[in-house]
């Protein structure tokens, strides 16, 4: 049988790593696309040494057409394409009086814009290759509910949900599935930038800064990345062939809807 194509975005670190990781171990072979080319490399290297096949691919999610270069490039060298991951994504904190028209456009562009080039790039290379696929992008608990301090961040994340939604429905007749994951607070270093800046604004430290988002995790401990990836594996196999238009939360039950 001809080894299936996961291309994951923001896989040089934390959340996108992980799946890589994993998606590698599920048999996958994989693309670590990212704008940080040597980390990427270290990923790609790492996987390979351990039995995988990875490729590492520079690329910037907001330029449309590089994304369609490095998803060819990935589909030619990896010998198909059946799977995106947009997971880059970026998660400044923003208090309403913050946000300027130049920090709108910036975590527009990498969170909702770069999710609909790489969503429109792996739609053309399903379209080209005869063949469905499957479409998984990052959302958030934050684009489940509003959280403090994310307005930027927290509206892109309810964007992320509706145009998954909105894929899913335009897409389902072609045998592609869109579908989304909405971590909960995972240890990253985008997640650690938080804390230290919620820390800082308290005049506190960054475990403080940590503890304030842990408060209400039923589970009790925060999520390492691999739990988000797990999740991700089940939305990349074939054991969800029958799911489309979804948000799976993998948040250790911060909220219940
Ligand atoms: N860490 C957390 O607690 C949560 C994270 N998420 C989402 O999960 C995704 C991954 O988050 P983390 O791993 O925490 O982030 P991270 O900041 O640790 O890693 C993000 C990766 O994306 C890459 N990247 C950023 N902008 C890019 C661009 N324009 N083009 C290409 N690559 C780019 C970075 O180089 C980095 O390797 C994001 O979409 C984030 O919003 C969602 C909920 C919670
Ligand atoms: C980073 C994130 O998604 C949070 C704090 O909900």
Excluded: C
Excluded at 142 to 162: D, H
Excluded at 210 to 227: K, Q, V
């Amino acid at each position: 049988m001809q080894q299936e194509v996961a291309f994951v975005t923001g896989a040089a670190q934390g959340i996108g790593e992980a799946i890589a990781r994993r998606l590698a171990k599920d048999g996958f072979a994989v693309a670590v696309a990212d704008m940080n080319t040597d980390k990427a490399q270290a990923v790609a290297d790492s996987i390979n040494q351990s039995g995988g096949r990875a490729m590492a691919v520079t690329l910037d999610v907001t330029d449309r057409v590089q994304v369609r270069s490095a998803v060819e490039k990935t589909a030619t060298k990896l010998g198909d394409f059946n799977v995106i991951v947009n997971n880059a994504g970026l998660g400044p904190t923003t208090p309403i009086e913050s946000i300027t028209p130049e920090l709108f456009d910036k975590v527009y562009h990498v969170n909702v814009a770069g999710t609909i080039w790489g969503m429109q790039a792996a739609v053309q290379a399903f379209r080209d290759r005869g063949h469905g696929g499957k479409i998984i992008n990052a959302a958030s608990q934050a684009g489940v509910v509003g959280n403090p301090n994310l307005m930027l961040y927290s509206s892109t994340k309810f964007a992320i949900r509706g145009l998954t939604q909105v894929a899913a429905r335009d897409l389902a007749k072609e045998g592609i599935t869109a579908n989304a994951y909405a971590p909960g607070i995972v240890k990253t270093p985008m997640m650690m930038d938080i804390a230290h800046q919620v820390g800082v604004n308290a005049g506190k430290d960054d475990e403080w800064g940590m503890s304030t988002f842990s408060d209400g995790i039923a589970l009790g401990r925060l999520s390492e990345p691999e739990d988000v990836a797990n999740a991700v594996a089940f939305l990349a196999g074939h054991d969800s062939d029958y799911v489309t238009g979804q948000t799976l939360i993998v948040d250790g039950g911060m909220q219940f809807q």
